[in-house]
């Protein structure tokens, strides 16, 4: 029972972590300072002041980024590479003591679930940018945000539950994921044969 509790925070974490580091750092740090729930000592570092503000005011640049069509694109790109290291080291913290070749394992993980979270959410953010409304974009960062706190809360109080969550969500990502390479060919192969046309 321990394993899956430990599986689900970690799943729960890297895959919240992929769609917004900030705000998933900031809730662990928010319920180990306050004791929301009973969590496990190496938890206690996310409780830090520093750590609780830091991640707390790029959560509020974000939040303003995310809604700005291009501008999420730009800020999605830089994060790339955070993202993915991001949920890396969220899957170790949770993991606690162990081996260094578990950590490893681990830690790949991690980055790879945190990953497919962030690519998915960049895909589908581009997609979107090709519509002239904004609203489209305000619509997906608010439902991005309510993921994020609603997974990681998950994690936190129900982490079984959030194993299934995740595991549901990873097997949805893998099916969009194909979705999303036929749209990426509609929208911008219509466009680039529509330029060649004389």
Known sequence: METLVLIGRTLG??????????????LIGLAAR???VSLPPQYQA????????????????????????????????????VRPIGGAALAVAALGDASPSMKVLVALLGGAVAT??????????????????PFSNWILSLL??????????????????????????LSAIAVLAGMLISAFRRRFGSRASAATLP
């Open 116 to 133: 497919s979270s962030h690519v998915t959410k960049a895909g589908t953010r581009v997609i979107a940018n090709t519509s002239p409304e």
């Open 46 to 81: 996310f409780g830090s002041l520093w750590v609780i503000g830091i991640a707390g005011a790029l959560y509020c640049i974000e939040f303003i980024a995310d809604k700005v069509p291009w501008v999420d694109t730009l800020w999605d790109a830089v994060h790339t590479f």
């Open 34 to 36: 306050c004791g929301w």
């Open 13 to 26: 974490f890297s895959l919240a972590a992929g769609v917004n580091l900030y705000a998933t750092v900031a």
């Open 144 to 169: 991005e945000d309510g993921f994020v706190v609603a997974l990681g809360l998950l994690a936190l109080r129900y982490p079984l539950v959030a194993l299934v969550v995740s595991l549901i969500v």
